[in-house]
């Protein structure tokens, strides 16, 4: 009786987006950690409803024509409860509008205006590709950078930005690059997966995603250069105390692991809990090591 409710707390948490929103502060604290500043607790607020709101809204656009059918436990639970999920979808946006508008400046308005319409256009078929209509992710190769910059932009750029226009600090653009760099490069490393997961899907829909182009095997070797890359960054360019670096490089070794133990066809809490929550993870590791 108590696992069935564990889970289902668990199916809440994972499958309404709730947990990714909060993976999205936590890669915001990190950023505001790394720059020894208080974190915006507008900015936190905004980037949390700001996930949910885009991540269900992408949800509910991509619905399958049999979705109680659909071999994914993720893709049967939203539908099963579609009308918590547009209930939540736009309390999300109701709180997203006062806070963008009033507690935002305009450069972050502005930067959050093109970041939100270049996640809609992720999913929307706005495009004309062979007189089909396609989103930006049937582009070939570019779901992968386009998710990783969307994720760089809202949880490195927009605090950058805030504590700049807001807040009177400044962060030279040579540090505000280097950190953006090796953002991309983890969120990059940890979506790839997912890609892999999908990779017969993909396929099937002429998705000409990373895995899709490169095979299985090559796209694992990808992630894991991509992590080694966000390592000779943060070694090449310390900006970051020792403890950070410590707790940075953990963290990378646990994501790599992970990533290398997704080979083996694991079920979906293993992506939306495990490798999603590298992200939550990170920050946790990094207070846990200023702490000693």
């Not at 990714?20 to 974190?39: G, S």
Request: hydrophobic share 55%; net charge positive.
């Amino acid at each position: 009786m108590l696992k069935k409710v564990l889970l289902s707390i668990l199916d809440f948490l994972l499958f309404s987006n709730l947990f990714i929103a909060i993976c999205a502060v936590a890669q915001c604290l990190v950023t505001y950690h790394l720059l020894h500043v208080e974190p915006d607790r507008y900015v936190l607020a905004f980037t949390f409803f700001a996930t949910i709101g885009l991540y269900n809204f992408s949800m509910l656009l991509a619905k399958p024509k049999n979705p109680e059918n659909s071999p994914y436990i993720r893709v049967r639970w939203i539908f099963s409860h579609h009308r918590l999920i547009i209930s939540i979808t736009l309390i999300s946006i109701f709180c997203l509008i006062p806070l963008g508008l009033w507690y935002l400046s305009i450069e972050s308005q502005f930067l959050m205006a093109f970041t939100g319409l270049i996640a809609i256009g992720y999913n929307v078929p706005f495009l004309t590709l062979n007189q089909q209509k396609i989103g930006l992710r049937n582009i070939p190769g570019i779901k992968l950078f386009l998710i990783a910059m969307v994720w760089s932009v809202s949880c490195v750029l927009l605090p950058i930005v805030e504590l700049e226009r807001s807040y009177q600090i400044h962060i030279s653009s040579a540090e505000t690059l280097l950190l953006v760099a090796k953002r991309f490069l983890f969120v990059a490393a940890i979506t790839v997966p997912f890609d892999i997961r999908d990779l017969f899907q993909d396929k099937l829909y002429a998705l000409k995603t990373i895995p899709v182009m490169l095979g299985e095997k090559k796209a694992y070797l990808f992630c894991q250069l991509l992590l080694i890359g966000y390592f000779v960054l943060l070694l090449l360019f310390r900006q970051a105390t020792n403890q950070d670096i410590l707790a940075l490089t953990i963290t990378l070794i646990l994501s790599g692991w992970l990533i290398f133990k997704s080979t083996i066809k694991k079920n979906e809490y293993y992506y939306f809990l495990y490798l999603d929550g590298t992200m939550l993870l990170q920050y946790l590791v990094l207070i846990l090591f200023s702490l000693g």
